[in-house]
């Protein structure tokens, strides 16, 4: 049985196969369609980001759909291929990608509580009121 050892991005290089990486998707690029062999594909290209740096990563027919940007990522079994001059990771035809987390990299909205209506003005008042007795002002 093979064993798979998690990578760091920065240690892929271009040729190498059996990859095991996990990250954060910080892009996703626009989806274009393409007829090659009879067959319609459809690819995207992504950046994938862990602790160590950044990659291009392509995104194959459903994967396309399947992610979000801030998604957290593992590519099993990928390989690292050259592109226009630049490293790129695919998880190839007998690789896969899992989402092991969801929007991770999004800033986060604050919360918001659809059952608490919004201050009353005399309740501001008060606030204000109690805040200004600290500082030594009168009214």
Not at 3 to 14: F, G, P
């Amino acid at each position: 049985m093979l064993s798979v050892v998690k990578m760091k991005i920065s240690e892929l290089n271009v040729g190498q196969g059996n990859v095991d990486v996990e990250g954060v998707l910080k892009e996703i690029g626009e989806k274009r369609s393409f007829n090659k062999f009879g067959r319609e594909l459809v690819v995207a290209n992504a950046v994938l980001e862990d602790d160590s740096g950044f990659i291009k990563l392509s995104l194959w027919n459903e994967d396309v759909e399947r992610f979000e940007e801030g998604d957290r990522v593992r590519i099993v079994n990928g390989y690292v291929n050259e592109f226009q001059g630049e490293k790129q990771l695919t998880s190839g035809k007998y690789g896969k990608i899992e989402k092991i987390g969801e929007g991770e990299a999004k800033p986060e909205e604050p919360e918001k509580k659809p059952d608490e209506p919004p201050a009353k003005e005399d309740e501001v008042d008060e606030l204000a009121e109690d805040l200004s007795e600290g500082t030594g002002e009168e009214d």
